[in-house]
């Protein structure tokens, strides 16, 4: 057939067409010859060759064009346990989008990884600025309003601290006091340079250097949660190692229960859950990451204002926000500045609630928190809201 068309538009006739015209007309009586000839072995098993493989191209034509749901994913990232869930919605492509991002976060605003903006910025401390991409310039601008905002108990200059204690090379120990403050000098947020027309940043001072840890997942959290929406998604869960967010309605129209870690117990052991709506929510503890020794728990959120784990009463501070950037910032920040001045600066913000969980098992949360407490060792305390005294 293909032969024939061309020869309708093209005009120059050749010997080697003669001799396929041939050919053909051979074929023709041959076919002609076998058509009656059903029974004939060829053709039966040319037919069934025909049928199985006209079956395969429609199976596969049917596999294609409809993806399975997959209804959850996990995978490690950012040095922790990523759980995305879009229930009947997720599919695979969709899955792959949201966990290329997280990787492509995690390549820019890892301390592990060399060649990270961070790690490049982290190199240049003391000697030149850094330019690096849009999105790391834009949550390390974040992270100093934080410090602004809270006069450095969020500190995203806290790098030197974290890796004297061990927290981000998988050797935690107890430094000394002289070496803590050596290191005390160099964790200075008002150091960090910031210019926005060459998304340029300049660690003033040698040997300072930038953590997100603080502040980096939440922004992970915000970008999956982007995607999702973007890609038709309506309802879905964002966990990653903690940081969550509830995206849409349940499709029951009840409030979404995401359930509070109990700091005291194994991970996945909680003192009750918050009823919430599409929000994040985002817990600083203690328990995130620590190591005991002599019976002591050291933690991986520093006061750094003396280089100690924090040591307040709280064991954990959870926030819930309507994004997981500000939510992760603040449960940290909250966690480092206390209780009291903890809990004004979130009563300071109209969208932003908070859960308290001090070591005498006693929870206090801001106005409007829904939490139902399930594990009766813990004990809600009430803040009047006449006498604003318990
Ligand atoms: P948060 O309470 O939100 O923050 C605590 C973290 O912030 C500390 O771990 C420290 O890094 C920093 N910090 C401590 N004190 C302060 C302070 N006063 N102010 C500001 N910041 C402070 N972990 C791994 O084991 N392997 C990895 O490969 C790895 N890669 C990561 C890549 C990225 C981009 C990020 C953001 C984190 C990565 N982590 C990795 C760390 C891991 O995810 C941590 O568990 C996480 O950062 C701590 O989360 P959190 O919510 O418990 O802590
Ligand atoms: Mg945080």
Known sequence: MGCKQRIKFNHRVSQSYMFSLKILQNLKVSRAANNHNVLNPNNKCRLSLCVLLCFIFIYNLSVLSCERPEYSRINVALGTVCTVTLFDQGKNSIYNDIFNRIREIENLMSVRIPTSDISRINAFAGIEPVQVHEETFKVIKRAVYYAELCSGAFNPAIGPLVSLWGFNNENPRIPSQKEIDEVLPLIN???????????????????????????????????????????GITRAIIDLGGDIMVLGEKKDKTLWNVGLQNPDEEQGFTIGYLQIPESS??????????????????????????????????????????NSMDADALSTAAFVLGYEKGRALIESMPSVKAVFIFQDRTIRTTPGVNLVITDKSFKEIYLSRVTMTE
């Open 189 to 231: 947020w008002r150091n960090i340079e910031l210019d926005p027309e060459t998304n340029s940043v300049f660690l003033t001072q040698y040997n300072m250097a930038l953590d997100l840890g603080a502040i980096a997942k939440g922004y992970a959290v915000d970008e999956a949660t982007r995607i999702a929406k973007k890609a």
């Open 281 to 322: 929510v985002v817990t600083s503890g203690v328990y995130e990451r620590f190591f005991i020794e002599e019976g002591k728990r050291y933690h991986h959120i520093f006061q750094p204002s003396d280089g100690y784990p924090v040591n307040n009463g709280l064991l954990s501070v959870t926030i819930i926000a309507n």
